[in-house]
């Protein structure tokens, strides 16, 4: 177990001192992907950092879960880094922007079940902070219809 967990701080090392290097290179040149390798870095970090709380613990099924978690901020920041610079602009916006609102829309979805199932009005009063708007929600549905949900890049 221990050479696991040194093994594995190493390699989560490597990743965080390699974006490091690609925020500080970027933020003359381009500071909206400076931005978005920070936001993956502290996210990828906090993840490294409880994963290897969890390998101390010997949790190693739910380390696996936090590790996917941690694979998928790597993957999704090197999918952006190597894109030219005008792919990279959309790429961005398909994480932050895209996916945002694809999220409210089924958070808010998943929030409304939840509501009719309960009979609790706390879990109603807790809910009903997360559901959209009418205005909001035919919005967010008119710029994401399911078809073009099915079809987009990040949810293939």
């Known amino acids: 177990m221990q050479l696991l967990l040194r093994e594995s701080l190493a390699v989560f090392s490597q990743i965080r001192d390699e974006i490091s290097g690609v925020i500080s290179k970027s933020k003359a040149t381009d500071p909206r992907y400076s931005r978005f390798a920070m936001g993956q870095m502290h996210y990828y970090g906090e993840r490294c950092q409880s994963l290897s709380l969890l390998l101390q613990d010997e949790k190693l099924w739910d380390g696996d879960i936090i590790m996917r978690s941690a694979t998928e901020c790597a993957t999704r920041f090197i999918f952006v880094s190597i894109s030219e610079p005008e792919e990279r602009a959309k790429r961005i916006d398909e994480y932050e922007i895209d996916m945002a609102e694809i ?3 089924q958070r808010s979805e998943k929030a409304k079940a939840a509501m ?9 009063m807790l809910l009903g902070g997360v559901v959209l708007s009418p205005e909001d929600e035919a919005e967010l549905r008119a710029r994401w219809p ?3 949900l099915l079809s987009h890049p990040c949810l293939r």
């Open 103 to 105: 999220d409210d829309l």
């Open 116 to 124: 009719t199932n309960s009979s609790d009005p706390n879990t109603a």
């Open 146 to 148: 399911k078809a073009k």
